[in-house]
């Protein structure tokens, strides 16, 4: 069974956001994710203060093994809009290609839409092609490379 809810105080899920992060990146270029447990602290106390609201957790038969984290107040300076920002889609190795990281971008689009949002971003690492097909392969867009190393992904919803 699979279940997918925000969770109202992350900070009673830290282990499960690291334990499923480290496990989501694995083998992939380190220049796109924190590597250190102090790297991974700092990044989830970062994604804590700007998305308090935007962790969104998802469960099979009771067990975390994914998460997405999305600020839906955040201000695109291309668009001149406040959209949702998806900083994370992660999900365990072991349940990677299963179809769960749909269900996770299909509940972030049910709250974008919800809240009256046109737009769903990211970014991607440039030569992250999993995680670029998977977004290309829902109707995401790459628009610029931004830092030299990061893809700019835009899916509009209205």
């Known amino acids: 069974m699979i279940n997918v809810k925000i969770i109202k105080n992350p900070l009673k899920i830290k282990k499960y956001f690291i334990e499923i992060y480290k496990s989501a990146y694995k083998n992939t270029n380190p220049e796109y994710y924190e590597t250190t ?4 602290e700092r990044y989830f106390k970062w994604l804590h203060n700007h998305a308090p609201d935007g962790f969104i957790f998802l469960y099979f038969n009771k067990k975390p093994v ?3 984290v999305v600020d839906f107040d955040w201000y695109d300076d291309k668009l001149n809009d406040v959209v949702a920002e998806i900083h994370e889609i992660c999900i365990k190795k072991e349940y990677q290609n299963k179809g769960l990281g749909k269900i996770l971008l299909d509940k972030i689009t ?3 839409k919800n809240k009256k949002l ?3 971003c990211g970014y991607v690492g440039k030569e992250n092609y999993q995680s670029l097909n998977f977004f290309k392969k829902y109707g995401f867009e790459e628009n610029e490379i931004r830092w030299g190393i990061w893809r700019r992904i835009r899916k ?3």
């Open 156 to 158: 509009r919803l209205f």
């Open 110 to 112: 049910e709250f974008a």
């Open 37 to 40: 447990n102090e790297e991974i």
């Open 66 to 68: 994914g998460f997405a």
């Open 118 to 120: 046109k737009f769903l």
